[in-house]
């Protein structure tokens, strides 16, 4: 049974920096595409960032050039290091997993998610 368990939020200031890790576990991680995926209040869960099978990488153009994904698979973990963060990037964030070689940024997409860990950042 695939599961995905994500840990690192928390609360920061403008400009801070978190780092994510998701736990996976029943499935191997270098074989499937990995994505975080946020949602803040109100608004539709939306793609952060994705990793390939071949550690190819999408981001969304809202966290280009201060988030980074990245995936240790003898650890089958999965990162998400975030800097210069801003109040628009508080939401809850989630890890999800799917088993392709097609690796995009499309919620729609991915069957396994986590259940989530809060980011706040406050101003």
């Known amino acids: 049974q695939v599961q995905l368990v994500e840990s690192g939020g928390g609360s920061v200031q403008t400009g801070g920096s978190l780092t994510l890790s998701c736990a996976a576990s029943?499935?191997?991680?270098?074989?499937?595409?990995m994505g975080w995926f946020r949602q803040a209040p109100g608004k539709e869960r939306e793609g952060v960032a994705v990793i390939g099978r071949d550690r190819t990488t999408s981001y969304a153009d809202s966290v280009k050039g201060r988030f980074t994904i990245s995936k240790d698979n003898a650890k089958n973990t999965l990162y998400l290091q975030m800097n210069s963060l801003n109040p628009e990037d508080t939401a809850i964030y989630y890890c999800a997993a799917r088993y392709s070689i097609s690796c995009l940024l499309q919620v729609g997409d991915f069957g396994y998610w986590g259940q989530g860990t809060q980011v706040t950042v406050s101003s």
């Open positions: 029943g499935y191997t991680a270098r074989n499937y595409c």
